[in-house]
């Protein structure tokens, strides 16, 4: 509620807006809120007893202050939240912005915890801004495909200047801290250590109170025109450097581009007002016309969704408690022991039986975590906590007190089942979490190896490489692991700053089932098996397929070679696909018709080709280049495909970018749609984020679901795999999904068809 202080000062807060019945600990600007803040400031406004007004996020000044518009009332297109009038008299943040900037009493806006997007915007519009050394403050619009749409283009400038207000918009920042605030000019104060925010603000409310209304008008920023740049650079100039800067527009570069230009309009056009209509055009046209919005705003709630629970796990783990076991001093296993440490866990015990690899492991790990706190990623007092926690041993009776292990040894299940048999009777604790890194093997088969009651406990946690690095983590679900279990991973998962996706036990799972088709017809079209291509060469397909076009992080043979080739060739032996070395024989699992070539096992067998670690694969790599990693052309390799190429049974036109595009993609699609179908996805959102965080997919085009459903069209889908299935009817990967068949006969999108079947569920059950 609105309260008055007996020194004349009203302080409103944010978080009364929200009824008790939604929870809102960001402090989202909904429709609530909105109108609750709007009838709040015209009180205090029509009060002759208030002579100043407060705005913070919580009454005792603890919390967040806002972090935004409530991106949930635009992501069906309607932007009513932010530019565009609503029913029903709800206030949009423009309204509340106008109503506090042209407020005849001082509003002061006591900043504390996050203050970001449409929050800041407020503060923008108050007359006076103070913080506590907590707040982090930001306007990260641009990475939902949108800009600032309530005055953020338009006010920042006249602040803090154009260079500043590039800076922070453009880049979608969130982490600019108080003290950065007060040095730009955005804060004109942080409150003293033996005060509260909400102190420090009566204290300027008292002071501003007291001040002439000319002192007002002038701290209206629609009133003041941009500075010139502290540099002396031209404006002009600064937008200008901007947008070079920015990625083209093509590559998903239309909402930072956009916010350059609505900035731009802030000293261009003659007026605040104009500059407010630009910049509400700009927003507008972002929400309701640019596909790459559409993306970003998809991955912001999928993202969201996949990592939420259905229930809360009590296990310690789920609080950072317990001590972790990882078996394998290798790339993997390192990464994974580095993300326990830094996320608090202790002690955290590697292991390996090799004695040379388990020092070069604990030697990397501390290197690591030294490196990460010179660059201010890790405070000093964590590294040294996480220093003293990690513990190292060859024997596996190392492990006998772990609350949650870890295997990640090599791809090999036998070695695999063998080691889960020794920690069933190792391991004292009866529900410790006994986990395996495994990226393509059988779940059950390794869980299979414990005793019964261990089983429920059993899962995959399949992290992907270098694992302290990237964000993803596949939670494999074997037919035993429990709820409980699955929870306690997601939990633990989130703690360690990563995304968890439950997904089904299958082989590969999801990113590398999918993984499959696309790798095998790129290595394909290398040599003109197709229906009278000619043979591509490596960099016509990572061309296609890479940043520069199609926009994956890297191509699939780039992929390979820094993943290592022989980790596919192991996994293909292992799967029964090899042809014997010895004997000629073709693999027991390769069937007659599968589309199939050697180049992969020969480049691994004979040429001992094996990626990047050896300076040839796909490619050739020189540590005198680009450290060692700038793929080069190999006359080797090609000599290898032109040997491949003349045993192809078709020669004729090569494949354009788009054509490879469909090509290897539509494969991997079908095999998404495929893996929902079986119920080894849940969503295709899910999907989507597996191959946005594990695989380099390009964030503005949304996953390869959202791809297929918005972008492509599931009908052009379906009618290239049928084109391909009748060519090579013994490839499976093009026999068109069921599920996708039907998506096309009801007329629906993938993420539509499954929102329906889930709200056609809910009904059922009521």
């Not at 789920?318 to 078996?327: E, L, M, P, Q």
């Not at 290798?330 to 202790?346: C, D, E, N, Q, V």
Request: charged fraction near 25%; proline fraction near 5%; aromatic fraction near 6%.
């Amino acid at each position: 509620t609105t309260m008055s202080i007996p020194s004349g000062v009203a302080v409103i807060a944010i978080s009364n807006g929200s009824p008790p019945s939604i929870p809102n600990p960001v402090n989202a600007l909904s429709a609530h809120v909105r109108q609750y803040l709007q009838t709040a400031i015209v009180n205090a406004l029509n009060d002759p007893s208030i002579l100043a007004i407060v705005l913070v996020g919580r009454p005792d000044g603890k919390g967040v202050f806002s972090a935004g518009a409530d991106i949930k009332e635009f992501s069906g297109n309607s932007g009513g939240s932010v530019t565009t009038s609503e029913p029903g008299g709800i206030p949009t943040l423009n309204d509340l912005a106008h109503l506090m900037e042209g407020s005849s009493k001082p509003i002061i806006a006591a900043l504390t915890g996050a203050c970001l997007g449409g929050g800041m915007e407020l503060a923008l519009a108050a007359q006076y801004r103070v913080a506590d050394k907590s707040l982090k403050y930001g306007l990260p619009e641009v990475k939902i495909g949108l800009i600032p749409g309530a005055g953020g283009t338009q006010r920042l400038p006249r602040l803090c200047g154009v260079r500043y207000a590039l800076d922070v918009i453009v880049r979608g920042r969130i982490n600019c801290s108080s003290a950065e605030g007060m040095k730009c000019g955005f804060l004109d104060g942080v409150a003293k250590n033996d005060e509260t925010v909400v102190d420090c603000a009566m204290r300027w409310a008292s002071w501003a109170a007291k001040l002439p209304p000319i002192t007002l008008e002038s701290r209206r920023l629609c009133n003041r025109s941009v500075p010139n740049d502290a540099e002396g650079m031209q404006n002009e100039d600064m937008c200008g450097f901007a947008l070079q800067s920015c990625p083209p527009k093509r590559a998903g570069g239309e909402s930072a581009r956009a916010t350059v230009e609505s900035i731009r309009a802030s000293f261009e056009v003659s007026s605040f007002t104009e500059g407010m209509e630009v910049e509400k055009n700009v927003f507008n046209d972002l929400l309701y016309h640019s596909l790459q919005g559409r993306a970003y705003r998809h991955i912001f709630f999928a993202e969201r969704s996949s990592s939420s629970g259905k229930r809360k796990s009590t296990n310690p783990l789920a609080k950072g408690k317990g001590t972790i076991g990882v078996i394998g001093a290798g790339t993997m296993g390192r990464g994974i022991a580095i993300s326990f440490l830094k996320a608090g866990y202790g002690p955290v015990i590697l292991l390996d039986v090799n004695a040379k690899g388990l020092e070069a492991g604990v030697k990397y790990i501390q290197q690591t975590l030294q490196i990460d706190a010179k660059k201010g990623r890790l405070s000093p007092s964590k590294l040294k906590a996480a220093l003293a926690c990690l513990q190292s041993s060859t024997a596996l009776s190392a492990l006998a007190n772990c609350d949650l292990v870890v295997e990640a040894v090599f791809e090999n299940l036998g070695v695999k089942r063998d080691i889960f048999s020794k920690l069933d009777s190792i391991v004292k604790k009866e529900d410790a979490l006994l986990l395996s890194n495994t990226s393509t093997l059988d779940v059950d088969a390794i869980s299979s190896s414990l005793s019964p009651q261990r089983r429920q406990f059993c899962a995959g946690m399949h992290f992907f490489s270098p694992a302290h690095i990237m964000k993803l983590v596949e939670v494999v679900r074997g037919k035993d692991t429990s709820a409980d279990t699955l929870e306690t991973i997601r939990a633990v998962t989130k703690l360690i700053r990563k995304i968890p996706i439950v997904v089904g036990n299958c082989d590969g799972f999801v990113g590398n089932r999918m993984m499959h088709p696309y790798t095998t017809e790129s290595t394909l079209t290398l040599v003109g098996h197709g229906g009278g291509e000619a043979g591509l060469t490596i960099s016509d397909v990572d061309g296609a397929i890479g940043p520069k076009y199609f926009g994956m992080a890297l191509g699939p043979f780039q992929v390979s070679d820094v993943a290592g080739n022989d980790i596919g060739y192991n996994i293909r032996r292992e799967k029964g696909i090899l042809r014997d070395p010895k004997t000629g024989q073709v693999g027991k699992n390769r069937s007659p018709g599968m589309r199939y070539t050697e180049i992969a096992d020969e480049m691994v067998e004979k040429m001992g080709r094996l990626g990047q670690k050896v300076q040839k694969g796909w490619y050739n790599y020189d540590p005198k280049i680009g450290k060692g990693r700038k793929p080069l052309p190999s006359t080797e390799m090609q000599q290898l495909l032109d040997k491949y190429s003349k045993d192809s049974p078709s020669r004729g036109t090569k494949l354009e970018k788009d054509e490879i595009v469909q090509r290897v993609l539509f494969p991997l699609v079908n095999e998404g749609f495929k893996i929902l179908e079986e119920g080894i996805a849940s969503d295709p959102s899910d999907i989507d984020i597996i191959y946005l965080y594990g695989y380099g997919w390009p964030a503005y085009r949304g996953g390869p679901m959202f791809w297929a459903d918005n972008e492509v069209g599931l009908p052009s889908v379906l009618n290239k795999l049928e084109e391909l299935h009748t060519m090579h009817p013994g490839s499976e990967y093009f026999r068109p999904s069921e599920l996708l068949r039907d998506c096309v006969k009801k007329g629906l999108g993938v993420q539509e068809y499954f929102r329906q079947s889930k709200r056609d569920a809910t009904k059922s059950r009521l």
